[in-house]
T-cell receptor
Framework: DGGITQSPKYLFRKEGQNVTLSCEQN?????MYWYRQDPGQGLRLIYY???????QKGDIAEGYSVSREKKESFPLTVTSAQKNPTAFYLC?????????????????FGAGSRLTVL | EDQVTQSPEALRLQEGESSSLNCSYT??????LFWYRQDPGKGPEFLFT???AGEEKEKERLKATLTKKESFLHITAPKPEDSATYLC????????????FGKGTMLLVSP
């Protein structure tokens, strides 16, 4: 079955450490996104990528970095510069072909990764 | 800047007690309004897309409606398995603009 796989599901980090969250999709989607979700907050966009080797900052990119070397993969690194990294992280993707024909995008989400800083 | 406000923040219903969730929005050129369901510790699951005022969509006990300023998610005769957080999002502008999400409504349906 096609979908988005995020790993690990749970991750613990000591202060000062960088950690990388994995996101892999086999939907042949062009665009991929990273969101952060905190209790009582909406989803906030960290980074997104429309095509391979290109990505843009979202609303809360400080302290995060990404890469898009393959269409299927969009890993997120939470660096030590991120002041409050404890959160639930969601990866999502969408087909550009679908967006062009429908006029609006429908995001498909992964199951999420929960990061806790000790 | 696009904005989405959902109300109430939390809603507790008895099984079979129908109600509605509200999503008020401001957006420059609405291209789509989206409803998602999210269970605890899981990713959001897509429910509906609404494109223009007056549009309605249904799925089992859920019905989504859209006006120029807000959307409602009506839940008819809910069951405990409908308990979840319901998220609303809008996309405006042109090109490949991103979605703006509300904070969600946490629904609890008691047997």
């Amino acid at each position: 079955d096609g979908g988005i796989t995020q790993s690990p599901k749970y991750l613990f980090r000591k202060e000062g450490q960088n950690v990388t969250l994995s996101c892999e999709q086999n939907l042949n989607h062009d665009a991929m996104y990273w969101y952060r979700q905190d209790p009582g907050q909406g989803l906030r966009l960290i980074y997104y990528s429309q095509i391979v080797n290109d990505f843009q900052k979202g609303d809360i990119a400080e302290g995060y970095s990404v890469s898009r070397e393959k269409k299927e993969s969009f890993p997120l690194t939470v660096t030590s510069a991120q002041k409050n990294p404890t959160a639930f992280y969601l990866c999502a993707s969408i087909s550009r072909t679908g967006a062009l024909s429908s006029g609006a995008n429908v995001l498909t989400f992964g199951a999420g990764s929960r990061l806790t800083v000790l | 800047e696009d904005q989405v406000t959902q109300s109430p923040e939390a809603l507790r219903l008895q099984e079979g007690e129908s109600s509605s969730l509200n999503c008020s929005y401001t957006v420059s050129g609405l291209r789509g309004l989206f409803w998602y369901r999210q269970d605890p510790g899981k990713g959001p699951e897509f429910l509906f897309t609404l494109y223009s005022a007056g549009e309605e969509k249904e799925k089992e006990r859920l019905k989504a409606t859209l006006t120029k300023k807000e959307s409602f998610l009506h839940i008819t005769a809910p069951k405990p398995e409908d308990s979840a957080t319901y998220l609303c999002a809008v996309q405006g502008g042109s090109g490949y603009s991103t979605l703006t999400f509300g904070k969600g409504t946490m629904l609890l349906v008691s047997p």
